[in-house]
């Protein structure tokens, strides 16, 4: 099955500084890249996806890079803010639907 | 509009009794997931619904662990003489159903379970 690791584990920035979150997997199969949000005691949220065929996307100050011939992806964080704070899991998945996480990464800013 | 909805919130029961998770997904959402999330790791897949088959349940970890869904809806996960290493928390999610891959999965508030 499909093994999805993320480093760090743990990440703590400067507010206004840049934070990135790496994932590597496994499976070359897996064709979908969603990152999740999850602040304390809360349900994760996802925050932003990128499907296999697209390399890059954006959205404000979140965005995410997909390298599917080294089966990595990253998410980019600019200018961190306090509320950015939170426990973030990247996932990937195939044609199967179901999700396999990363063990997660806890991102603190410090104000 | 509603999200997921699950209930209980928070179950707290007796090694060896049986429990009922009920998992509300979003209406009409097609797909529905279990997960289960041990503290401080991501989420871990158990079984997966396309309406009210059941198409995936590789990630159930024994048998004592079933679930259903039999109006396509509603869904509840079952766990029958619990053990303390079932204490977790369960999450649900669902998804639209109208791609062929790449959906994205909601989740709900998950129910935490707590075997003494």
């Known amino acids: 099955g499909e093994n999805v690791e993320q480093h760090p584990s743990t990440l703590s920035v400067q507010e206004g500084d840049s934070a990135v979150i790496k994932c590597t997997y496994s499976?070359?199969?897996?064709?979908?890249f969603p990152w999740y949000k999850q602040e304390l005691g809360k349900r994760p949220q996802l925050i932003i996806d990128i499907r296999s065929n697209v390399g890059e996307k954006k959205d404000q100050r979140i965005a995410v890079t997909l390298n599917k011939t080294a089966k990595h992806f990253s998410l980019h964080i600019t200018e961190t803010q306090p509320e950015d704070s939170a426990v973030y899991f990247c996932a990937a998945s195939g044609n199967d639907y179901k999700l396999s996480f990363g063990a997660g990464t806890t991102v603190t800013v410090r104000a | 509009g509603a999200g997921v909805s699950q209930s209980p919130r928070y179950k707290v029961t007796k090694r060896g009794q049986d429990v009922a998770l009920r998992c509300d997904p979003i209406s009409g959402h097609v797909s529905l997931y279990w997960y289960r999330q041990a503290l401080g790791q991501g989420p871990e897949f158990l079984t997966y619904f396309n309406y009210e088959a059941q198409q995936d349940k590789s990630g159930l970890p024994n048998d004592r662990f079933s679930a259903e869904r039999p109006e396509g809806s509603i869904s509840t996960l079952t766990i029958q003489r619990t053990e303390q290493r079932d204490s977790a928390m369960y999450r649900c999610?669902?998804?639209?159903?109208?791609?062929?891959?790449?959906?994205?999965?909601?989740f709900g508030p998950g129910t935490r379970l707590l075997v003494l």
């Open positions: 499976d070359s199969a897996s064709n979908y």
């Open positions: 999610a669902s998804s639209l159903g109208d791609r062929n891959w790449g959906e994205t999965q909601y």
